[in-house]
């Protein structure tokens, strides 16, 4: 994330120089033109990278401070940048370095960053590599290197279920009413069926010819709605059209099984639609009603 971060910062820089330029004022003027240089600059990039702050997921930003980040902005602006570039040099290898350095302490690995700088200047001060030596060493940073990726691998994959598990906390009151929607419906009419999946459906009219297969093109009338009868989407009175693995799993599922001419009602539960992280109109967790009309089946070319 931070070598993203940098890499749109020199975009941004490139663009906010090329914007003032082109209007063919001088940037080597002085007064009103380079403060106006400086203040149009400053304004668009501090924004830019705003607006890259906030995209940033809620849980990165909570360890991040924008205060630390002006002070380590301020910190660069403030030297030299012709006669420092041996510095400039240096902070960039450890922005760089310093980001794996975080990863494996995340991960539970015990390095300590005094050590690692003091060896890291030593070797760095020699007037030249002792090849065999850094070969050895090379070879026995690769074992411990390999242990040290397992333990940050178990970790990533431990954050990930942690995070999904909240998620699925979070949306559990959609989950719970979903299921208690569609029990309702099937108690209510029993010619509802369940897949093994577990998505339900309703035939209200079988058709006639070929079912499609996953890769096959339909044309299909259907609106989406919500468990509570609202309406979030449609093909609006006249028929879509699409490959059948190009829709949620579970609205793919039930067309295969019609054949054109067919109308079915689908019930299709969370995991068989949008999951635990939903879209702009369908919230996480959430059971989704289909009417489907399937129009017609266009085989897919061999």
Known sequence: MKK????LGVAAVALGFSSCNSEGSSAAGNGSQSDSLAILNGDVQGASYLKMWNQLPDTLKAK???????????TVMSRDL??????????????????????MQEAGVKFDKDIYVSHFVEAFKKDSVDQAALMADNEQLRIYMNEVNEMIM??????RQAAMEARKAEAEPEIKAGKEYVEAQKKADPSIQTTKSGVSYKVVKEGTGA?????????????????????????EGKPAEFAVNRVVPGFAEV??????G????????????????????????????????????TPSAK
């Open 255 to 260: 067309l295969k099984m019609m054949a054109p």
């Open 211 to 235: 079912k499609p297969g996953s890769t096959d093109n339909v044309k299909v009338n259907y609106t989406g709605k919500h468990i509570d009868g609202t309406e979030f989407d449609s093909s």
């Open 82 to 103: 012709k006669e420092d570039q041996s510095y400039m040099m240096g902070l960039n290898t450890a922005m760089q370095l310093v980001g794996n350095i975080a990863q």
């Open 154 to 159: 178990k970790k990533q994959m431990a954050d």
């Open 4 to 7: 993203i971060i940098v890499a």
């Open 64 to 74: 991040l401070s924008k205060d630390k980040f002006i002070e380590g902005f301020k």
């Open 262 to 297: 067919a109308k079915y009602v689908a019930y299709i539960p969370y995991d068989k639609a949008y999951g635990l992280d939903g879209t702009q109109n369908i919230k996480p967790g959430e059971t989704l009603v289909f009417e489907i009309e399937l129009v017609s089946v």
